[in-house]
């Protein structure tokens, strides 16, 4: 008797490439529902093995309860925010989503956009159509010559450096992640964000969305801009306060401003849609042909390899195994993106190495995943492209970090087991050590000083010199703003010399409170760490 063994299913609630499709029903049973109703995907996806969605199906917890057979959620596109992933990872549910498709569209059309403002095609095409014929009254501006300002030099914004490059632009980056070795390689000249905001003729955004980038350019940072610099966003809408932007239009401190992308969509009733100096698109800089079709035919391929068991790059929640060291070094998974989060936060500028060392008896155990847990740490905040354990070292290389690791068969300070990153950045070496303490991390050293922090919630972070009064004048500061402290703990290492002083805070603190306590004489730096 010969069985045949069955096909997985596979839900495509939202239209993608016939290409993908035709890659799935190679291999699976493909069911298109495309505009369903939330209980109408509740009930579809019953008995279903995959489901696979863009922007516009909402992956929410109740969807994932009715879809008790899913093995797979796929997202055709970057942004995985319409799918509870916390929930699919506690289900089990692997999510995948193509992070690289729509790299080389989003770049041109970033370029389409900058030529489309520069010469103010829209304008020009709308008053041809009335009938009027005003040459000079839609007078343009060249590229060359010009200065273009790139925030966030990932594989986006590195293609438009390119690009730019090509039309005789002068390029200047920020990006504190990557290393002036990529830059050189592709002609950008790494520089400060206010270098960046004073020296761009245009602006063009390329970062992910995160509580550091978002509102990048605001009221104050708008100001600094040279006056009738013109700014161009095809990332994520939020990384621009509209309403200041608005107020830079009008008052023709900025010249104009192409915009793909809004902090609410579809933008209906935004102000900045209309506005005579702004070239609006309803978010098409992955709409091309080309690549709708690499996104759905990359998806197809991920959503059938999960299928199958294996881990594939673009995996957003799976966790990797590792045979035979999951019950020892698995638990240090966490402290190792901790300690990630951490020193990235405390850097604060661009990174050039990362030395990362394991001491005691994690020396004698496959210590890669925890390699890519530190790298994930480090450059999940900051990385358009979702890192994971599995794509960790894939997306350092590509921003040329050089990345080191070592063993000691010893601890220092007579830990049993040690992690210790050390990252330099222009020049400055900022290091942290953790490790496990009743199975939870903790954060043990910071720079030369040893410490037992638990690395939770919002850690503010000062060095300075040990003087009587610095406390009591932190603590009057945070009193003053209504921040509660809810732990502290000071250190140092020779009397009246250098100290520190952590302190676990109920809520971040706003900038203007920032300065003020560096403001406070003997302090030498203040950080701030969100975990």
Partial sequence: MVTTEKKPRVLIADKIDDAGIELLRGSAEVTLRPGMKPDELHQAL?????????????????????GTDLRVVGRAGVGVDNIDVDECTRRGIVVVNTAGGSTFATAEHTMAMMLSMARNVPQAMASLLTGAWTPAKFMGVELRGKTLGIFGLGRIGTQVARRATSFGMRVIATDPYVSREHADANGV????????????????????????????????????????????????????????????????????????????????????????????????????????????????????????????????????RFAGDIPFVEPYLHVADVLGRVVTQLGGARLERVEITYAGELAAHDVTPLTAAVIKGLLAPISEERVNLINARLVARSRGLNVTESKADRAENNYANLITVSVRANGDERVVAGTLFQDAPRLVRIDDYWVDVAPVGHVLITQHLDRPGIIGRVGTLLGEGDVNISNMQVGRQVRRGGAIMIMNLDERLADPLVQQIEAIPDIRSVKQVSL
Avoid at 47 to 64: C, P
Wanted: proline content about 3%; some cysteine.
């Fill in 46 to 66: 019953k008995d279903q093995d995959a489901l696979i969605v863009r922007s516009a199906t909402k992956v929410t917890a109740a969807a994932l309860e009715a």
């Fill in 189 to 320: 000249e790494l520089v400060t964000k206010d270098q960046l905001l004073a020296g761009s003729d245009f602006l063009t955004l390329h970062a992910t969305l995160t509580t550091e980038t978002g509102h990048f350019l605001g009221e104050a940072e708008l100001a600094k801009m040279k006056r009738g610099a013109r700014i161009v966003n095809c990332a994520r809408g939020a990384l621009i306060d509209e309403d200041a932007l608005r107020r830079a239009l009008d008052s023709g401190q900025i010249a104009q401003a192409a915009l793909d992308v809004f902090a609410e969509e579809p933008a209906k009733d935004n102000p900045l849609v209309g506005h005579p100096q702004v070239v609006c698109t309803p978010h098409l800089a992955a709409s091309s042909q080309e690549a709708q079709v690499e996104i759905a035919q990359d998806l197809a391929r991920l959503v059938l390899a999960c299928l199958r068991g294996e881990h594939v790059a673009g995996a957003v929640n799976a966790p990797l």
